[in-house]
């Protein structure tokens, strides 16, 4: 069950920092932001998390320009590589898979930066 819990996280990392963009952010004194998602549901997530899997094209193009360094991403969509115009900003992190078919496995193991 653990390997699923971390899975969880893993997924929603990507969608919890732009949440905290889009729609603002209130830290707790545990180190943890509380973000809503896109359905309405209030979250919680590290304030600093050190393992953040891209698993979308969109998020590729995002997250990075927030400051934050995924250590696993998806090739784009259609190709076996990440998208041209992102190469230098994704130079050196592992590809865990293609859009819609990560290898959740690779994903799971992928060490925090």
């Keep these: 069950m653990a390997p699923l819990r971390r899975l969880g996280g893993l997924l929603l990392a990507p969608a919890a920092v732009l949440a905290a963009v889009a729609c603002g952010v209130s830290s707790t004194p545990a180190a943890v932001r509380e973000v809503k998602d896109a359905t309405g549901t209030l979250i919680k997530v590290p304030a600093a998390p050190q393992r953040v899997v891209i698993l979308t094209q969109e998020d590729l193009d995002s997250v990075p320009a927030l400051g934050v360094k995924p250590v696993g991403i998806t090739n784009g969509q ?36």
């Design 78 to 113: 259609g190709i076996g590589t990440p998208p041209a115009y992102l190469a230098g900003e994704v130079r050196g992190i592992p590809i865990v898979g293609n859009l819609l078919q990560p290898v959740i496995d690779k994903a799971v193991e992928a060490p925090p930066w």
